[in-house]
């Protein structure tokens, strides 16, 4: 009989399974903290279970872990990143970028991506599979204990996959992070970053969850996302707008626009224009960066000057706008630049 990956479990999954194997409800609450509050990666170890249940737990369950297939370091920032052995041999990627007193966590949620966008280094090498809720929950397991010192406040969904289209692992994941015996991050300190999935958005609108939600826009003109964000072909900006709206205006919370600035594409003045007007009265902020010519082959970067005009256009038209240089652009700029930047922006 194949054991039960036991992190896949919710805490309630887990009381049910305790209680199937003659367990006291309560064990859960034991298991959960050496599983996550300690990264327990045996049975052996948690001393305060029985010798017979901790026999009985080896019998049923299996604790999945990551190995480390490769790292960089950055040397400017010290950000990381590692790319990560599943079980099953797939890899992902995720990113770890510490701040002073503090540090966070991108993760990915799927082996591959379905959607293909333009500028996106995980894009060329299609769909594998959704990671199990214990693949994501590892990944935070993983680069905490690769960072002992470090403290680990923020989790950005953000890595390889789209988060929305792993929506029931993503949410297990989450609700296990947030528990006070397991992580105990603030929902408010995850985002869940999506090129505009607007079935997810609404089901996530109805979760009673503090998540942070953040959308990759690129552009205010349909044809133009359309080929930056092909996701636009079947939710246009004339329908995820109204539901960037509706998220904001139901949950009352802040909605986030990622946009890449791209010479000649979607950086003037008359595209910022255009932004402005397609946000307004939305409770949004905007996080613009620069395209980085080495990973985004094709796209070149704005003069600075352009950078500057597009930036004050959105706020002198009430827009409320961060520009961010990227963070680790010496350790991989062919495959992070976009993500590891816009990390940094929702850690803050
Ligand atoms: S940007 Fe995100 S949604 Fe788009 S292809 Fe890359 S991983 Fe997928």
């Known amino acids: 009989m194949d054991k039960t990956d036991i992190k896949n479990l919710s805490k309630d999954g887990l009381v049910s399974a305790l209680k199937s194997a003659g367990a006291e409800a309560y064990r859960a609450k034991q298991v959960f903290r050496w599983l996550y509050a300690s990264g327990a990666r045996s049975f052996d170890g948690m001393s305060d279970l029985p010798d017979g249940l901790r026999h009985k737990l080896k019998g049923i369950f299996h604790i999945t872990r990551l190995t480390m297939l490769d790292s960089r370091k950055s040397k400017a920032d010290g950000t990381t990143k590692y790319l990560l052995k599943l079980e099953d041999a797939n890899a992902i990627e995720a990113v770890f970028l510490p701040e002073e007193d503090r540090a966070s966590v991108c993760l990915s949620t799927q082996v591959g991506c379905r959607f293909a966008c333009a500028f996106c280094a995980s894009a060329p090498f299609g769909f594998i599979r959704n990671l199990k809720a214990s693949e994501i929950l590892d990944e935070v397991l993983f680069v905490r204990a690769d960072n002992p010192r470090a403290r680990i406040t923020n989790l950005v969904f953000m890595g390889i ?24 991050i603030g929902a408010r300190r995850m985002t869940i970053s999506t090129c505009g999935i607007i079935p997810g958005m609404k089901k996530l609108e109805r979760e009673a969850l503090q998540v942070e939600l953040s959308v990759s826009l690129h552009s205010a003109d349909e044809e133009v996302r359309s080929k930056l964000v092909p996701i636009n072909n079947k939710y246009p900006l004339k329908e995820l707008i109204p539901a960037c709206r509706e998220y904001t205006g139901n949950t009352g919370r802040v909605i986030t626009f990622e946009y890449i600035l791209i010479k000649g594409a979607n950086a003037s003045r008359g595209d910022a224009l255009k932004l402005a007007k397609l946000l307004k009265g939305i409770n949004c902020k905007v996080n613009t960066i620069a395209c980085n010519k080495v990973s985004m082959k094709g796209y070149a970067e704005p003069s600075s000057a352009d950078i500057r005009v597009f930036v004050r256009t959105l706020r002198d038209n009430g827009i409320n706008v961060n520009h961010r240089k990227p963070r680790g652009e010496d350790i991989d700029a062919g495959c992070g630049q976009l993500r590891i930047s816009r990390y940094r922006t929702l850690s803050e």
Do not use: T
């Open 161 to 184: 996959g789209e988060p929305l289209d792993n929506y029931d692992n993503l949410l297990k994941a989450i609700r296990i992070l947030n528990d006070p015996d397991a992580f105990n």
